[in-house]
């Protein structure tokens, strides 16, 4: 064993290979990511690791491997269980040979998402163990236990980090490769009567679940992880009580010392419920307060034990208002609920109002593609009535003013079927889903079928910028990479469109303005589903050939080009109003000298 | 919760300006001097241009590795406004190092607030006062060095000779540069760090330290 400084990511993928795992695969997802990368950086030979389609793709692989006896893991984020809930929901029925590890990061405010589900929550519906880690030494830990948990009793076992501990960064002691277990799969043995999911197998395994829970629930009450302790000593006889979870059990110790009489609960299995040390928890208080990020999970499971049991403890939590009821917990946020609980002062030191700051919204880099293909098409579109359908990804970001190009944005692929589902209402509008590269392969292949077979009228417009930019450069399909290592063939966007059966397909440089804006026009002319595919890099990944500048002899400040694009490279100055290129930023897309009226602006080389 | 040993820096900026790394570095400075190190910070959408910060927690007594408000020793920030923004976050008496040298974000030339400099700067004047407040002269920091790539490093350099980091000094955050930092910037950081020293002006009585 070694101490490595590390963040809680890495820890469990680390965890992962301390307990031998064999297969790991998953879909790209803040605050998830970094698990697989560092498995794919880190594995010794015979570990396969692959970024699948998406999570739904990436459980079936682990679970198949898991049929086969391997220990497997999974990884996603929160939405990404969404995607992936269909076959979990199936494979608890089922359940596994080899230990299977579900990995669901969530993330609370959100900070990185869509949803603050809870996949707490997720886990009792789904009704399968979960592990909920409050630091990364402990997510290191915790992967260990989930795989010899998942083994033993022959179901997946989901591990819930969330982003502070996926991001966070500890000292966290882990074991060499040397010390790492190695797990050697008996291989897939056939067997309908296990591996076949009929009406009848699941009568017999619900059944078969309810009683494995139950029993669970009972051992989990001494499983270490789950503690009680109390600030005064083990002799103290308090009256008040502290449930809590995960990061936010940080943020309690961080705010109780010795002065406070309190006991602390710490429930690191929410699902099943270790309802017997709840129990004893709850022994002697008159009143408990549920510091929880999410869903008011353990604040429930409280107040159905008081009620089973007959217990007469007042839980106070987010069902009573004492905590917030949504958002991400925080330092200051649990020290002012743990105040009003107790009756303490905390001395508040009060922040005079600052001046007004300048707002930070993220933007899309300077010279990214997205910035020219959203601006071709809204100039082409100008004065049209139309709908622009955006997705997930950088591209998102489209919204920003002055782009203001994204009117609707749902989930993973979504784009693609609201703007058929639109213009079945207004057969009049020029419709237009964008979605990115790896999108479209994650879940807009569906959704494009779904549009030629529906006889729909849209324009599919696909930002190939050969990579999963927004979650750090992961490889997919289309950029004949694979996490192993291999080049492989890639998977065509233009074929599979033809293959749908578009006849319109056109391949474009978006940063070549004027035959963008024409190739708009032209293909949102034609009848059906027509395709444009915009194909530039990613600015982060390539590098720049050379840089813009302006001839300030020449420059009018009329700011044209940063009222139309907001490229942040682009720097008009308070004084003379004249535009200055920041050549840190800029990486000479050429897109502004494209559209100068008094071409001012030149030197740069598109990529 | 009122007797932790441990010592509370955020480090604050806009993507992209090295507040991560700084994290990392700062943190690798400690662990060479044994100490235990908790870190928390931004990765992801707020990546793109957001403004960013990285919590690190040097020393025993940290259990969260977030800092809570009014609970920071010091903020190194790489860009004023950003500064300001964590200010709730310091300790009374804590330590604020900043560059002067403002980003502009996108917002501020369509339609967003404007970029008020000098409010910004009388803010922290007023609010952190005088001694403790050390202001770097970035720019010429940047005309030092060649570049602005290096104004983390710089920043980290200037809170080290400011007392700002607790036990970490210059000399561990080169050794941490050394450790840590790729042969090709290797001179430029160690540069950063110790040419820095000219560019600092440190608001009156910082300038003893």
Redesign the interface.
Known sequence: MHRE?MMGNEAMALGALTAGVNVVAGYPG??STEVLETVARRRPEGVYVEWSVNEKAALEVAAGAAYAGARALVTMKQVGLNVASDPLMSLSYIGVKGGMVVLVADDPGP??SQTEQDTRTFAAYAKLPILDPS?PSEAYAMMCEAFELSEELGCPVIVRPTT?VD?????VLVAGPEEWAHHEAEGFVRDPSRWVIFPALSVRAHAAIERRDAALAGRLSGYARNTVTQTAGPDARPRLGVATHG?SA??V?????EKDDVRVLRVATPYPFPEDLAADFLDGLDEVLCVEELDPVIERALVATCGRRGLTVKICGKLTGDIQPSGEN???SV?RALDAFLGRQTA??P??A????????????AGCPHRASFYAVKRAMRGRKTLFCGDIG?YT?GN???LDMVDTCLCMGAGINIAQGVTHVEPDTTAFAFVGDSTFFASGITGVVNAFYNQANMTLVVLDNSTTA??GHQPHPGTGRTMMGQVVEKVSIERVLRAIGLTVVETVDPLDLDAAVSAVRRVADEPGVKAIIFRSPCVVLAKPQSTSAVDAERCVGC?RC??EL???A???DDATGKVRIDA?QCTGCTLCEQICPTHAISGGERL | MSERRCTNVILAGVGGQGAVLASKLLARAAMERGLPVKTAETIGMAQRGGSVFSHVRLGEGAVSPLIGRGRADAIVAFEPAEAVRQLPFLRAGGVVVTSDVPVVPVSAATGGPAYDLSAIMSYLHEHVGEKNLAVVDAAAAEAELGTARALNVVLLGAAARAGALGPVTLDDLAAAVRATVSPRFLDLDLAALHRAKGTVTFARSCVQK
């Open positions: 400084f803040t605050p900070i990185s630091s502070r991001h966070g960064y500890e000292d990061i940080t943020y110790a961080e705010n109780l010392g925080t330092v200051e020290g508040v030191v922040t005079p600052p001046p007004t700051l300048p707002v930070r919204p993220p933007v899309l880099c950088c970001l920003a003013k002055p927004m979650t700011q940063v009222r907001g490229c942040p682009l720097v008009p840190a």
